[in-house]
């Protein structure tokens, strides 16, 4: 079975997903056709996003 995720599902979702079934790629699919793919390195530049954002707000003194 292929293994797809939605493309209003939240990025843990498809994080979890691949985790479990130990991938690095999700096609998005909407309404049975594919409109994109979430790969392992997708996850990892958002997240070192997020890091950096929230530590460029905690130096400025400002809660995340």
Do not use: W
């Not at 939605?6 to 049975?32: F, I, K, T």
């Not at 390195?41 to 950096?52: I, N, P, Y």
Request: glycine letters at 10%; proline letters at 6%; a negative charge.
């Amino acid at each position: 079975d292929l293994i797809t995720i939605g493309p209003q599902q939240p990025l843990q979702n498809g994080a979890c997903l691949m985790l479990e079934y130990g991938v690095n790629s999700l096609p998005v699919v909407s309404d049975g056709m594919p409109v994109g793919i979430l790969t392992m390195t997708d996850l990892a530049v958002t997240l070192e996003t997020m890091l950096v954002f929230r530590r460029k707000h905690n130096e400025a003194g400002m809660q995340v």
